[in-house]
């Protein structure tokens, strides 16, 4: 009877307190991935377009459904709202969540 106290116990414990934990731990490893996949595809795409076309501001009101808040500006702080000159850098700043990144990319084509 004691090892059936015993083994159910040990069970309970691991299923309040070491599942939760694991299932926490892997939601946030989902989320901090997914930012950081998000912020690299919009630097790519940013850096293709040359700036904020059409398609850039679809992509990103297509993300803030999602939860994903983007900033675009440049380096002295103002948004971007258009194309900007060659070898200007553009600054982007993403919150999902809990989590938040930043990444710049250098405008090298028109």
Known sequence: MGEKLGFMTVLLIFSIA?????????QSHVEGST?????????????????????????VSALEKRGVDITIQDESGKNVTGKVPVGEKVVMTYKMGNFQTKNEVTILKR
């Open 18 to 26: 070491v599942i939760p934990t694991l299932f926490v731990s892997f």
């Open 35 to 59: 930012l950081l996949n998000i912020s690299t595809e919009m630097q790519q795409l940013v850096s293709a377009e040359g700036g904020v076309t059409n398609k850039v501001q679809n992509a």
